[in-house]
C-alpha cells in the first residue's frame, strides 16, 4: 500500500516538473492510474489500511494529465470521463470504486460535476443510503464528498427559500443533507457574491472573476475624470511692478570726493604725458 501511494506520487512530481514532456508515455500511464482510482481492492485490509488517500492522490494525477495534455492528446479528458462514466452504470461496482470517480470528477471541475455527477445524484445516493445502513462510516464518506462538492452548483440552482422536500424530490436520499448545508453555509456567501457581482457590473467592470486589486484598480481608472473634461486652472497674472530704491533716512552722507592736486609753481603749464599702453612699452625704456 505504501509503495503504492509512493509510486503515485513520483508520477505527479514528473508531471509537475516543467523540465520533462511525458507526452509520449501519457497512454501508459493512464491505465496505471486509472486502475488506483477504481480498482476493486487495492490493499490486503481495506478496513484498517487509507486505500481512500490513495484513490485521491489519482483522481489528482488522473485530472492533472487531462489538463495538462487535454490540448495535444486527443480527447484525453473525455476518454478519461467515458471511463469513469461505467463505473455509475455497472451495479457491480463497489462504493470505493464508485467513490475515486466521483473524486476524479470532482478534480476535473465544476462543468463535469454539474453534467455528470450530478444526474447521477439521485441513483448514487439510494447507493450511500443503503452502504450507511451496513457500513455508517464508508457511507458517511461518500455522502460528505458528494455534499460538499455537489453544494455550491445546488446553489445556483435552487432559488431561496431553502425546502427540504424540494431537496428531497429533485436528489432524493441526499437531498436532506445538501438542503442543510446549502442553507446554513453556502446560502449567506452566495448572496454576499451575487450582491459584489451587481456592484461590479454598475461599476462597469467587465471581467467578474479579476482579483480584488484589479478590480479596484479598475473602479479608479473607471472614476478617472477624461482629458476632455479636465480643464486647465486660470492662472492669475502677474502684474510686472518696477521697485525704485528709497533712501534711508539713518544712512549718513558719503563725504565730498577730494579735487585732484594743482601743479606745482614753476613747472609751467604744461601737464604730464600719459603713460604709452603695454603693448609699446620697451624693456630700455624701464630705468
Given at each position: ?87 455509475f452504470s455497472d451495479d457491480s461496482s463497489s462504493l470505493p470504486q464508485r467513490y475515486g470517480a466521483m473524486v476524479t470528477l ?12 450530478l444526474p447521477q445524484l439521485k441513483h448514487e445516493g439510494e447507493i450511500v443510503r443503503k452502504a450507511i445502513e451496513t457500513d ?50 453556502l446560502r449567506a456567501s452566495h448572496a454576499k457574491a451575487q450582491q459584489r457581482i451587481q456592484l461590479q457590473k454598475k461599476a ?84
Amino acid at each position: 500500500m505504501s509503495s503504492l501511494v509512493a509510486l503515485v506520487k513520483m508520477v505527479k512530481a514528473l508531471l509537475s516538473n516543467k523540465n520533462l514532456n511525458l507526452e509520449k508515455y501519457i497512454h501508459k500511464l493512464l491505465p496505471a492510474i486509472l486502475s488506483v482510482v477504481v480498482g476493486k481492492q487495492l490493499c490486503a485490509r481495506p478496513d484498517q489500511e487509507n486505500h481512500w488517500s490513495l484513490r485521491e492522490v489519482g483522481a489528482q494525477v488522473l485530472a492533472q494529465i487531462c489538463k495538462s495534455f487535454g490540448a495535444t492528446t486527443a480527447a484525453v479528458q473525455s476518454r478519461v470521463t467515458k471511463l469513469l462514466s461505467q463505473v455509475f452504470s455497472d451495479d457491480s461496482s463497489s462504493l470505493p470504486q464508485r467513490y475515486g470517480a466521483m473524486v476524479t470528477l470532482c478534480e476535473l471541475g465544476t462543468d463535469v460535476c454539474k453534467n455528470i455527477l450530478l444526474p447521477q445524484l439521485k441513483h448514487e445516493g439510494e447507493i450511500v443510503r443503503k452502504a450507511i445502513e451496513t457500513d455508517k462510516a464508508t457511507g458517511e464518506k461518500v455522502q460528505q464528498l458528494l455534499v460538499q462538492h455537489l453544494g455550491p452548483i445546488v446553489v445556483t440552482l435552487q432559488s431561496p427559500p431553502d425546502v427540504v422536500d424540494v431537496y428531497r424530490r429533485d436528489y432524493g436520499f441526499l437531498g436532506t443533507a445538501l438542503c442543510e448545508h446549502v442553507s446554513t453555509k453556502l446560502r449567506a456567501s452566495h448572496a454576499k457574491a451575487q450582491q459584489r457581482i451587481q456592484l461590479q457590473k454598475k461599476a462597469g467592470i467587465r471581467n467578474w472573476q479579476t482579483p480584488l486589486g484589479e478590480q479596484v484598480k479598475q473602479i479608479q481608472e473607471k472614476q478617472k475624470p477624461t482629458p476632455t473634461q479636465q480643464q486647465p486652472k486660470a492662472q492669475p497674472q502677474q502684474q510686472s511692478r518696477t521697485i525704485t530704491p528709497q533712501p534711508s533716512t539713518n544712512q549718513k552722507p558719503l563725504p565730498p570726493m577730494p579735487s585732484a592736486p594743482k601743479p606745482a609753481a614753476g613747472t609751467g603749464s604744461t601737464a604730464a604725458k600719459p603713460s604709452a599702453p603695454l603693448s609699446t612699452i620697451n624693456l630700455s625704456d624701464i630705468t
